[in-house]
């Protein structure tokens, strides 16, 4: 049976959308970002109902609990107080040592705070969208983090948020170096789908000499991550490709199933 | 064309899109986040014209890529070929059968995604693909399946409650009058 009018839709759609698949990558990353600002009035709705539930557990916590928080971050405060006078001290010390041996000195991290406000709605990829975007100076690249470790880093910058590609994602290879007399340094791969926590660590050499419990760090190859970020732990490694090269698992510090707010890393 | 379906069904992907990328529950218990446009393709497919079914595959398929790492509009053909083939064959579709709309609901969520997949691979993408993928795509298969019934039952309360309702017939019928002469 024909029916024109289904023809004639086949036809449009199917065009539409190959007009749309080939346009050139920054138009395609524009329309992107203008198809996307349609969800800009629920963002803050979608915050307003996560926030919800906290703040019904804030307004029922007794007040003993809230003077008792208070004293332990007190405390806690004071502690991180005195370990950064030790810190500034021992980078007084390091940039002194620096200085006398000529060798070029590591630029602080400066941070700023990013709240997650979505995540992919596809299961292939792993990737967040943050609430900081061109306006708050931030661009392609940036290395983002929490106090666990390495996240990700900045793949699209919009005007008022961004897209974070995670570490675990195939488009987020990171050089990492392992925490061993031997410094054996690889790159960290895919994940795999559905597990969060592991990670692939490839192209280590044949005679990798890995246990488990070791730490990973960034290596700082590569130029976009600097280096000694954390990244996680080995789990275990074994030789692949007939003994070519070793690839490990790497248990990740940072729990990318329940990132709330990150940390933007600026050179 | 039911002007306000359109809006009503475009309305409730836009929804869907931002809930899947918004809420993660689903994503923390089954290891899967549910994809729904399936699902109202579907809906859409058995119920409204054709125009209205490109309108769906079109901007609910750029607005999940707006919110995804896909490539943009590369969810809209995968879409389109579900919704098309539906509303092709609808006619020899027992549409009112919620049995029937189960087995759709879960054959074009189990489609979509793997047409995507294939999709992502042509274009040189390399996607998150594992073991685990296979349990991904029956978690979506499942909740596409278990949430198709519930769109139509969504949409049928829509339409009773905004939508103009059909006069019901009085029984008075004018060749049944019964005339009453002098006599």
């Known amino acids: 049976m024909f029916r024109k009018k289904h023809y004639v839709a086949l036809g449009a759609v199917t065009l539409l959308a190959v007009l749309i698949l080939s346009l050139p990558p920054r138009a395609a990353a524009r329309f992107k970002l203008a198809m996307g600002s349609w969800f800009l009035p629920l963002f803050g709705l979608a915050n307003t109902a996560q926030q919800l539930p906290a703040d019904l557990a804030d307004s029922v916590l007794p007040r003993r609990e809230l003077l008792h928080q208070i004293d332990w ?14 810190g500034a001290a021992i980078l007084r ?3 002194q040592l620096h ?14 705070l990013a709240n997650v406000v979505l995540r992919d709605p596809a299961n292939w990829w792993r990737t967040v969208q943050i609430d900081l975007g061109s306006r708050d100076g931030l661009r392609e690249n940036l290395p983002v983090v929490t106090a666990d470790g390495l996240v990700g880093r900045v793949a699209a910058v919009g005007v008022t948020r961004s897209q974070v590609v995670l570490i675990g994602d195939p488009n987020c290879r990171v050089s990492a170096v392992v925490d061993n007399p031997a410094r054996d340094t690889g790159i960290i791969g895919m994940g795999g789908p559905i597990e969060t926590t592991l990670v692939d660590l490839t192209y280590l050499s044949g005679s990798a000499n890995l246990k488990p419990g070791q730490g990973v760090f960034t290596s700082g190859l590569g130029g976009v991550f600097p280096r000694g970020i954390p990244i996680g732990q080995v789990v ?3 030789p692949v490709e007939f003994g070519l090269y070793t690839q490990a698992r790497v248990k990740l510090g940072v729990n990318l199933g329940a990132l709330e707010q990150v940390w933007v890393l600026f050179p | 064309m039911n002007v306000f379906q359109t809006i009503l069904i475009l309305a409730v992907a836009f929804l869907v899109v931002f809930g899947e990328a918004t809420f993660s529950f689903l994503r923390h218990w089954l290891g899967a986040q549910v994809d729904l446009l399936p699902a109202l393709m579907v809906y859409a497919a058995l119920n409204t014209e054709i125009v209205t079914v490109s309108l769906l595959a079109v901007l609910g ?3 999940f890529d707006a919110l995804s790492a896909n490539p943009l509009g590369i969810s809209i053909l995968p879409l389109y070929a579900v919704g098309f083939l539906i509303c092709y064959r609808r006619d020899m579709i027992l549409r009112e059968l919620s049995f029937a709309r189960l087995v759709l609901g879960a054959m074009a969520s189990a489609v979509v995604p793997v047409l995507s997949l294939l999709l992502l691979l042509t274009a040189g993408k390399q996607p998150l ?3 685990g993928s296979l349990w991904q795509w029956f978690v979506m298969t499942g909740g596409g399946a278990a949430a198709t019934p519930l769109l139509f039952a969504l949409f049928g309360w829509c ?11 009085t029984s008075f019928r004018p060749d049944r009058e019964i005339r009453r002469g002098r006599l």
């Open chain 2, 159 to 169: 339409h009773r409650a905004f939508g103009y309702q059909p006069l019901a017939e």
């Open chain 2, 61 to 63: 398929g750029l607005w």
């Open chain 2, 129 to 131: 693909l594992g073991w």
């Open chain 1, 99 to 112: 200085l006398l041996l000529g060798w070029q000195r590591q630029a602080p991290w400066k941070l700023r």
């Open chain 1, 93 to 95: 010390e390091n940039d």
């Open chain 1, 236 to 238: 275990d490694a074994r």
């Open chain 1, 73 to 86: 971050l007190r405390r806690t405060n004071e502690l991180l107080q005195v370990q950064a006078l030790q």
